[in-house]
């Protein structure tokens, strides 16, 4: 969860060290699916619906209790708001101070579904819970150093290691918070129809899989608090900067291990599985997407060396494939027959970025967001937010 600075410097450094992912598991690789459409492996003790990847098809049984408490609350003629929080690493900052605005100004609703991705795992379950847990978000992005969520280690990845850093200070911090009480009280909210969703990229499939956290927090299984520090931890994991995050996982009586990286990987930012057909409108359909990024391209002198050069290329790739992904939230949200609403990192947010977690920073982007969280006048179209609509 460093930041996509940290995600164009990390594959910087893989492609001159030539590291390999040889000792990332203790099993065999996972088999590849045989067919499109075929179910995805099974966690051990847990029921197929807990995930499903983002772009294939899922049909779950109505009839289930928790499906059919999700099927009772999206179509009874309330209204139905969906917060779909981005990755962005310290960026994140922008999003919680946001989330602390909106509180304030009074206009916030309850989130039916929330969805997160990478340094938005962190913070959809304190959004999806509610603004009692704006105070958790707060202290997280405005006094958290770079020693609370990583330490480097360089030499071990040039020297065929998995990752420039190691990340056990990060899942420290996400153990703390993601208590069983937490865990108890998304469970609560899932009987309810309630959704919290964190999306990871499996790196063997090359796919995103969503994972309905509130599902295995109501599963009752004991291991269901270390799973969903795991997933949040896994959608986190900047490949080659942080080590991937292995899940067990089985097929046909053969146990493996997935390896999961940063769910940015595949999707920046989502709001349901494209699959997903949603019941004629009959109430208010609103779709709230926070960017923890700027939207808008911003001009930077190249270095001209090979890194530089590389460095540069990468960080525009990544600006570009965030457009893409809200292009396909823009399209999802129309076949939903949604409101769509964006907000993202102002085009003239003043600070230049130091290095990873530098205090002034977070805390500056924090009230930056909190600001605009208060003024409710935020809200744009992707052009506006980009500095395109003139």
Same mark, same amino acid.
């Given at each position: 969860? #460093? ?58 049984? !109505? ?24 990755? *962005?690493?310290?960026? @994140? &900052?922008?999003?919680? *101070?946001?989330? =602390? ?14 969805? *997160? ?17 704006? @105070? ?23 020297? *065929? ?31 309810? /129809? ?33 799973? #969903? ?33 940063? /769910? ?25 997407? #926070? ?5 808008? !391209? ?20 990544? =600006? ?5 992904? #809200? ?24 600070? !230049? ?22 003024? /409710? ?5 992707? &052009? ?7």
């Amino acid at each position: 969860m #460093i930041t996509r600075r940290g995600m164009v410097s990390g594959m910087v450094v893989l492609a001159a060290g030539g590291c390999s992912f040889t000792h990332a598991r203790n099993s065999d690789p996972p088999p590849p699916d045989r067919r499109t459409g075929e179910p995805m492996a099974l966690i051990p003790g847990y029921d197929s619906e807990i995930r499903s990847y983002e772009d294939g098809v899922h049909h779950p049984d !109505p009839g289930e209790p928790l499906t059919r408490a999700v099927l009772s609350r999206t179509s009874s003629g309330r209204p139905i708001n969906l917060l779909a929080v981005s990755g *962005g690493g310290d960026d @994140g &900052a922008y999003g919680a *101070g946001f989330l =602390k605005g909106w509180t304030q100004n009074g206009s916030r609703p309850e989130f039916d579904v929330v969805t *997160g991705v990478s340094t938005g795992a962190l913070i959809a379950p304190m959004a999806f819970l509610g603004s009692a847990y704006d @105070g958790y978000l707060e202290d997280f992005y405005t006094r958290t150093s770079a020693d609370d969520i990583y330490r480097v280690r360089i030499l071990d990845l040039l020297t *065929g290691g998995l990752a420039a850093a190691d990340s056990t200070p990060l899942a420290r911090r996400i153990a703390a918070v993601v208590s069983p009480a937490l865990v108890d009280r998304i469970a609560e909210e899932r009987r309810k /129809g309630r959704l919290l969703l964190v999306g990871t990229t499996n790196l063997d499939a090359q796919r995103q899989v969503i994972w309905d956290i509130g599902r295995i927090a109501a599963s009752g299984r004991p291991d269901r608090v270390a799973l #969903i520090r795991r997933v949040i931890l896994a959608s986190a994991s900047v490949p080659g900067v942080f080590q991937p995050v292995t899940i067990e996982a089985e097929r046909d009586g053969v146990r493996f291990q997935e390896l999961h990286v940063d /769910g940015g990987v595949t999707r920046g930012v989502f709001a349901y599985p494209a699959s997903v057909r949603l019941p004629p409108r009959r109430g208010e359909r609103n779709m709230w997407v #926070i960017r923890n990024a700027k939207l808008a !391209p911003e001009w930077d002198a190249t270095r001209s060396t090979a890194v530089g050069i590389v460095r540069r290329s990468l960080s525009t790739l990544l =600006k570009s494939q965030s457009s893409g992904d #809200i292009y396909l939230i823009q399209s999802i949200a129309q076949a939903g027959d949604f409101d769509l609403r964006l907000t993202a990192v102002p085009p003239d947010f003043p600070l !230049p970025y130091v290095r990873p977690f530098e205090p002034t920073y977070m805390r500056t982007l924090f009230a930056t967001g909190e600001a605009a969280g208060r003024s /409710g006048r935020a809200w744009g179209t992707l &052009a506006e937010l980009k500095g395109l609509d003139g």
